[in-house]
């Protein structure tokens, strides 16, 4: 199992939630995510997202685990590109300041 800590960028929202569990659909392994001491199979996202009620600021743990295209290293790609989106996904988009 390999997991994963950090603090969201941004707020979970449905069409993230759908995004995200599209991502985790490209891997065998088995991806959850937890916050506030709830936990979700990554694939379900699209139908319990506002279980977790993810804010900014909040603290997220990913695991990865069960892969087999090579065991063990599936999960970390898994992981790590799941991470990497899910921060893509909840960052807000930057503005440029008009003077």
């Known amino acids: ?3 994963e800590e950090f603090r ?3 707020a979970l929202t449905a069409d993230i939630a ?3 569990a599209a991502v985790a659909s490209r891997y065998s392994s088995y991806l959850t995510i937890s916050c506030h ?3 979700v199979q990554a694939l379900l996202l699209p139908v319990c997202w506002d ?3 993810i804010r900014a600021g909040d603290l997220i743990v990913v695991t990865a685990e069960r892969g087999h295209r090579p065991p063990g290293e599936e999960d970390r790609h898994a992981l790590q590109d799941f991470v990497d989106s899910f ?3 909840t960052t807000p988009p930057r503005t440029l300041a008009l003077r």
């Open 51 to 53: 279980v977790l009620q």
């Open 18 to 20: 759908e995004d995200l």
């Open 87 to 89: 921060h893509q996904f």
């Open 1 to 3: 199992m390999h997991f």
């Open 8 to 10: 969201a960028a941004g």
């Open 37 to 39: 001491g709830r936990t």
